[in-house]
């Protein structure tokens, strides 16, 4: 991003522009998913784009998340650049045959005959108290299929650009929008922009610890890096950005400077994200590690709904803030 | 039989129906001698839906195809010698062996592909007729499937679609009684499947699936009243398979040997071949020769198969991703 003019919006205005920008430049792109049309979507974050595309481009579907993910397959092979909207990634469950099965797969058996543009954004992330079946991040059961690319973008800004590139690749994406950010304002470019899937974001630059996150994580990172420094520690914040592809280098140079890493997800700890990023660059660091390395994600329970026993489950600042401290140590 | 019907025409009908028997065959030979790896369903019994359904469509339109996919891409005109190369998983083979026979994809003669995945091809066929709608490119979608795949969630969650919105698609079931061994009668309450389009306020029709020229009258209809930008039609096609479910299965537990004999005695290239023999639309001498070619045709594209090399195991990396 090179702009030196920025504005200040939401992150559901960014999905809302990145998409507005899509569609206003190639006809192929069509949003379809429960509530986006009249009502601009559950979290607002598609208004007013029915009424400047039309019924058909942004279409409310019926709830059917397989259909939908579908009819997304279909369109997209035949010629459309379809976005399918499931309303959280708890849902993917119902579509999973055609997320997994099919849009996955098709490019490959047809021994690369087949383009699949298709995106499928949908929503992480808990702390709404919306329990246990609207507040999983299941970026891990995606990531472990080949033939989808999986974003989990950080700031508004990040969003807006890394959606525009979704939306152009050929390739079935699943985005992953974190729903406690919707309202949040960001400063975000004027202007066009798109950011790169596959390159990893140094976000503070540091030289004690490496903090590799995902998602409103490296927000919340961020915040444990300021209160770190007023200690003297002064730790490098890796926005992570797509998990496939994965950029595996920018954290192994991060890593070999600091001899320190720790990997924030708000996915569940066991299988997740953390454990794989860690063993994904374990062969190029373990030598220049000084201490093992660390992860935080959400605890292995169902997400409960009351607060009291939600917020102690989900990674935060302060839990972050205090691993690092503790890594951090001579 | 109409006499309007070109013998051209009927006489295409049953080259093609007899091109899918002999392919299946051919198939089912390399299985037994080992040269097909994994498994193949077979279409021996049930050549009249694809035959008749594929010939009321015109180039670009597009068909959506199942695990027992082959009489569908041959009745679409796809190439046997590619078709016999996938499914010994060779490189020539139209997806490099990548599919074999059960995932063949291509979009050539707009075939979205076989699926493994029971009823997993009928969200993706309503979503290229949603495409030819919202473009208006005036394509109709056929759209295969099994008795069983009706009781998968896909086939409500499209359907739905489809009539919700007018979808040029035609939704055609063949009904051959059988989800591997499960009777239908033993699942499903409906004895005519083609009753569910009701449920989508939806025309649904129930037919002989063994008369050839019956499939393609009605068949016809719906992709005309389709492609007019009517919506969809649910057509339900009654036959049976020969085989076993798929070629390791003898399929002997199941069914009895009075219901195969009963259903082969209604063999749709018999029967088709006695009216167009009767009627004399063709010759005894002419249905000989066509036989000819396509058994010469069939064992080419055996041969072709068999000398295609296998892929280089560096393959296995390639077309992941675009
Ligand atoms: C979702 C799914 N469940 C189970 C299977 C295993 N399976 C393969 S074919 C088949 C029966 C399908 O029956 P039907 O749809 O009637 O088609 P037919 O084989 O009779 O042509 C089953 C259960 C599968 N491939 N996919
Ligand atoms: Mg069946």
């Known amino acids: ?330 | 039989m109409k006499s309007s019907y070109q013998e051209n025409f009927l006489t295409n009908l049953y080259a093609t129906m007899f091109r899918i028997r002999e392919f299946e065959e051919q198939v089912f030979e390399l299985y037994k001698i080992g040269l097909m790896p994994g498994l193949a369903h077979l279409y021996i019994g049930e050549e009249a839906v694809a035959t008749g359904a594929c010939a009321t469509l015109e180039d670009k339109d597009f068909i959506g195809s199942t695990h027992r996919g082959h009489g569908h891409l041959i009745a679409r005109g796809a190439d046997t010698k590619k078709m016999m190369a996938e499914i010994l998983g060779k490189k020539d083979g139209y997806c490099k062996g990548k599919a074999g026979s059960m995932h063949i994809v291509t979009l050539d003669k707009g075939i979205l592909g076989a699926n493994g995945v029971v009823g997993g091809g009928i969200p993706i066929a309503t979503g290229a007729a949603y495409m030819a709608k919202i473009k208006d490119t005036k394509q109709v979608t056929i759209c295969f499937m099994g008795d069983s795949a009706t009781n998968e969630g896909s086939f409500h969650e499209s359907l739905n679609m489809a009539a919700a919105w007018d979808l040029p698609i035609v939704y055609v079931i063949e009904n051959n009684l059988y989800g591997i061994s499960v009777g239908l009668k033993r699942v499903t309450k409906v004895a005519d499947l083609s009753e569910r389009a009701k449920a989508y306020g939806m025309k649904g029709l129930s037919i002989d699936g063994n008369n050839v020229l019956k499939v393609y009258e009605t068949v016809k209809e719906a992709v005309d009243y389709a492609r007019e930008g009517n919506g969809p039609t649910l057509i339900e096609c009654k036959t049976y398979r020969h085989k076993g479910h798929h070629v390791g299965d003898p399929g002997l537990e199941y069914r009895s040997r009075e219901e195969e004999d009963e259903w082969k005695a209604k063999c749709p290239l018999i029967c088709f071949k006695e009216a167009l023999l009767k009627e004399k639309k063709t010759t005894k001498k002419a249905i000989a020769d066509l036989e000819t070619s396509i058994v010469q045709e069939i064992k080419e594209a055996v041969e072709f198969a068999k000398n295609s090399p296998y892929p280089d195991p560096s393959e296995a990396f390639e077309d992941i991703y675009s």
């Open chain 1, 1 to 330: 991003m090179t702009q030196d003019k920025f504005k200040e919006i939401t992150y559901a205005q960014a999905v809302a522009e990145a998409i507005d920008e899509e569609m206003a430049r190639d006809e192929n792109v069509i949003l379809m998913g429960e509530d986006v049309g009249i009502i601009g979507g559950n979290f607002k974050a598609t208004v007013g784009l029915r009424d400047k595309y039309g019924d058909w481009r942004v279409k409310d579907s019926p709830i059917s998340e397989l259909g939908i993910v579908g009819l997304g397959v279909g369109a997209a092979i035949t010629g459309l650049r379809p976005i399918i909207e499931i309303m959280f990634s708890d849902f993917m469950s119902l579509g999973m045959d055609q997320i997994a099965n099919q849009a996955a797969k098709i490019r490959y058996m047809s021994g690369g005959q087949v383009k699949v543009p298709l995106t499928i954004r949908t929503t992480i992330g808990g702390g709404r108290s919306s329990a246990a079946q609207h507040s999983q991040s299941l970026q891990a059961w995606v990531a472990h299929i080949p033939g989808l690319k999986v974003v989990v973008p950080s700031t508004a800004a990040e969003l807006k650009g890394l959606l525009k590139t979704a939306i152009r690749d050929d390739n079935p994406v699943i985005f992953m929008e974190h729903k406690m950010e919707y309202n949040k304002k960001y400063s975000v470019p004027v202007g066009e922009y798109t950011i790169p899937l596959g390159q990893a974001n140094i976000v503070n630059e540091g030289d004690r610890l490496t903090i590799a996150a995902t998602s409103s994580m490296v927000m919340r990172s961020l915040e444990a890096a300021q209160e770190l420094a007023k200690d003297n520690i002064y730790v490098e914040v890796i926005d992570i950005r797509t998990l496939v592809p994965f950029d595996k280098q920018t954290i192994i140079d991060s890593v070999k400077k600091t001899g320190r890493l720790l990997i924030v997800d708000e996915g569940h700890l066991s299988f997740g994200v953390g454990a794989e990023i860690g063993m994904k660059v374990m062969e190029d660091v373990f030598y220049d590690l000084d201490y093992p390395m660390m992860r935080l994600g959400t605890e292995d329970v169902p997400f409960p709904f009351s607060p009291a026993l939600e917020f102690p489950i989900i990674p935060d600042t302060k839990k972050i803030y205090q691993k690092s401290k503790e890594m951090a140590r001579q």
